[in-house]
Structures are given as C-alpha cells and as structure tokens.
Nanobody
Framework: VQVLESGGGLVQAGGSLRLSCTTS????????MGWFRQAPGKEREGVSG????????YYSDSVKGRFTISRDNTKRTLYLQMNSLKPEDTAMYYCAAVFVGSRNSERMRPDKYKYWGQGTQVTVSS
C-alpha cells in the first residue's frame, strides 16, 4: 500500500493551496480518509476527514470555514483546498487512509488511521 501527497509549497498569508493525495493497493472508493498536520515540536493533529463517498466531511475548529476536503473516486484522489492561509497553518501535512475507528468523534485521531503518506510541507509566510 502506498499513500502519496502532493501540492505543498510556500505561500503568503491569505493565499491558497490545494493538496492532493493518491493511493495504490487500496480500493480507494471504499475507504474513509483524512488529512493531518504536524508542526515542529508539536503533536500530529487532525485537520479534516471524509467518508468513502464524500457525502460527509469533518473539520477541526482551527480550519473550519477555510479548508475544504473533497475526493474524486474516479480519479482515486483526495483533495484539501486551503484558503485564507495563516502562518499558524505552517506544518507538514499528511494524508491518512483507512479509518479504523468506530465513531465520527474519532476521525481527528491519528491512531485511528491505518496507512500514511510521507507528507508534504506547507509554509505560510506573514
């Protein structure tokens, strides 16, 4: 199984980026997925989650209203559209695949996902 993120970069505060995530070795259309981030010296935190069909999405309070998660199962791709970026959004962003939790309240927990990508760096300058 492979999980691969792309789309990170350097952007000014107030700008936008779109992250993408693809997988191989998984039935993409049947798995719940999520985005996480980790800043230096901090724990990995949940950013957003989405169910297998894309009909339900979940966000942390820190990104709600600014970030949008979506997926295109025909392209086997997960997206994270990030708008109104802030310097505090600077982190390594990780795509997570196969949610193994039993409740929606667990979707922001890193220990509830089985597969991870290597991450893509997002840096927001002030």
């Amino acid at each position: 199984v492979q999980v691969l993120e792309s789309g990170g970069g350097l952007v000014q505060a107030g700008g936008s980026l779109r992250l993408s995530c693809t997988t191989s070795g998984l039935t993409f259309g049947g798995i719940n997925m999520g985005w996480f981030r980790q800043a230096p010296g901090k724990e990995r935190e949940g950013v957003s989650g989405i169910n297998w069909s894309g009909s339900s999405s979940y966000y942390s309070d820190s990104v709600k209203g600014r970030f949008t998660i979506s997926r295109d199962n025909t392209k086997r791709t997960l997206y994270l559209q990030m708008n109104s970026l802030k310097p505090e959004d600077t982190a390594m962003y990780y795509c997570a695949a196969v949610f193994v939790g039993s409740r929606n309240s667990e979707r922001m927990r890193p220990d509830k996902y089985k597969y991870w990508g290597q991450g893509t760096q997002v840096t927001v300058s002030s």
